[in-house]
């Protein structure tokens, strides 16, 4: 496995519950420290995938059976489905959502028997509430609230839902800008919630007739079990400490009383806390009794260790400052890793491609393959690689054999063509890289007649295969060789054959065309 250095600035409970270690929630930030990750729980994050790229502020991420990915965008009111090697693709757009700040499409859930009712439920900001509603992804249109009344506000709307293993959806929701709904059983805001697939209270739930399963939240972003059925959630602060709870059905976790530890037995500890400023933590998952939380302000991931009580051991992080905020993380059915970005959601620095979902696979403790080395100063990029080209003269001088550095002469080692117009050869390069000069080998380098040599040519080089600059233009050659040097970059270089030798000739050939590697 690999090794490297990373911050660590995490406060720990050493149990599950609150009590004899607890400090009060006035207590100084801890202070960074540096603590060597020997492990990356599993995944392999210096091999990262792009999914999918252009998203509008994804928020919640739920599987399909397929492998295949549901992704809600907050403002757009979409959902997308996206899958590596394709463009995300509009499925459903889920009607009355109201967006404003951090209200929107929220959480998404696919149904634990999809396979026969096609369900998949969605968390959003109304006019009036937040609500929970399901509908057939087949027929987004067949939408029906399954739960309504959450307090709603352009902040503090939690969001995140989640089936647990008991098959139960549960519902993580914010106060509302409104401190006392945290505390306030009667009211739906500021908890963790837990239902029946069809909105319905459970057996089990704690409060009579009430889908209320904890409380005493700020905003919870973050749900996930791990392998025994335990629930965990990761919770914003306000100014002093981000949490992560082991969640108990009727737990009370403080707030607005406490925020982070407190020294009240009324109000269970969190297992672990930070400053706001290193985490903001939004989703959570778990994978290899770990706990991964897609941290916003944090702009980092953090992996968190869980012990066999409930308790965490110490926080270590990757990606930071790598994909800007990071929204949500989710473990795909191939064993993979899944972060989405949130840098377009008003707070963030977005980059042309974001929002971004990333996937990071599965670390075997087998290193990958090392890359190839790099190209030496003077050599031969376009050596055997693909070409394409305008039609040649004659079936047998296809434009490959233009690259292949050989000059013995006949048909099948040069690149014919018959000049009517601007004609073209163009090699791609396999990647963009610093062009230091040109070599273009004519007839007569071949053994041929003069009058084939190419008379007028230009060389252009472009990084994506559309868009073309010139960087030669020769008129009037009459050389066999005619090398040029330059100082370019690109991956694609294209020669367009103007004009032969002798304009009574209609066709000029090209023996081998070198790029060689700046630096020499």
């Not at 979409?78 to 929220?106: C, D, F, N, W, Y």
């Not at 075997?364 to 394409?388: D, M, S, V, Y």
């Not at 963009?432 to 007649?449: K, L, P």
């Not at 294209?494 to 066709?507: E, G």
Request: with cysteine; glycine share 12%; proline share 8%.
């Amino acid at each position: 496995m690999r090794s490297r250095l990373v911050l660590v600035a995490a406060v720990l409970l050493t149990t599950a519950s609150g009590g004899s270690w607890a400090v009060a929630a006035t207590a100084p930030a801890p202070s960074p420290v540096q603590q060597e990750a020997q492990l990356t729980a599993g995944f392999d994050f210096t091999r990262p995938q792009i999914i999918a790229t252009g998203l509008q502020v994804p928020w919640g991420m739920a599987f399909l059976p397929d492998g295949s990915a549901l992704v809600a965008e907050r403002s757009q009111a979409r959902i997308m489905q996206i899958r590596a090697g394709t463009a995300p693709r509009e499925v459903a757009r889920v009607a009355g959502v109201v967006p404003s700040g951090e209200a929107g499409l929220l959480g998404i859930a696919v149904s634990p028997n999809f396979s026969q009712d096609n369900l998949v439920y969605a968390y959003y900001t109304a006019s009036a509430d937040n609500r929970i509603v399901r509908f057939r992804l087949d027929n987004p249109q067949s939408q029906q609230p399954i739960r309504t009344g959450i307090p709603k506000a352009s902040i503090h709307d939690g969001g995140r839902i989640a089936f647990g293993p008991d098959g139960n959806l549960y519902a993580g929701t914010g106060d509302a800008n409104q401190t006392g709904n945290a505390q306030n059983v009667q009211s739906l805001g500021g908890k963790i919630l837990r239902m029946r697939p069809d909105g319905s209270v459970p057996p089990g739930n704690p409060f009579t007739n009430s889908v209320v399963y904890s409380l005493g939240h700020r905003n919870v972003q973050g749900l996930a079990w791990d392998s025994q059925g335990r629930l965990y959630a990761t919770e914003f602060g306000q100014n002093a400490f981000d949490e992560v709870n082991q969640i108990v059905a009727g737990g009370n976790y403080g707030w607005p009383i406490v925020e982070g530890r407190g020294n009240d037995p009324r109000f269970r500890n969190p297992i672990v806390v930070w400053t706001t400023a290193e985490a903001s933590p939004s989703g959570a998952a778990i994978a290899n009794n770990t706990l991964f939380a897609a941290a916003l302000r944090g702009q980092r991931l953090w992996l968190v260790p869980l012990t066999g009580n409930g308790g965490a051991g110490t926080p270590t992080f990757e990606l930071r400052n790598t994909f800007g905020r990071l929204r949500t993380v989710a473990v795909a059915p191939d064993g993979s890793l899944w972060v989405a970005t949130s840098n377009r959601d008003g707070r963030g620095s977005p980059v042309p491609a974001d929002d971004r979902v990333v996937r990071f696979p599965p670390d075997t403790g087998t290193p990958p393959p090392p890359p190839p080395p790099p190209p030496a100063p003077g050599e031969n990029l376009a050596l055997n690689r693909p070409a394409t080209g305008s039609t040649p003269c004659n079936s047998n001088e296809g434009p490959a054999k233009a690259v292949n550095g050989s000059v013995s002469g006949g048909n099948s080692d040069k690149w014919c063509s018959l000049v009517s117009g601007v004609k073209f050869l163009q090699v791609d390069l396999g990647a963009t890289t610093t062009i230091g000069s040109f070599t273009v080998r004519h007839a007569q380098a071949g053994g041929e007649s003069a009058s084939f040599n190419t008379r007028d040519f230009d060389i252009q080089v472009s990084t994506n295969g559309t868009t073309f600059t010139s960087v030669v233009q020769v008129r009037g050659n009459t050389s066999a060789v005619s090398n040029h040097n330059v100082t370019t970059s690109g991956r694609f270089v294209r020669l367009n054959v103007i004009n032969a030798q002798q304009t009574s000739n209609t066709a000029a050939r090209i023996y081998e065309l070198e790029v060689r590697r700046g630096g020499v």
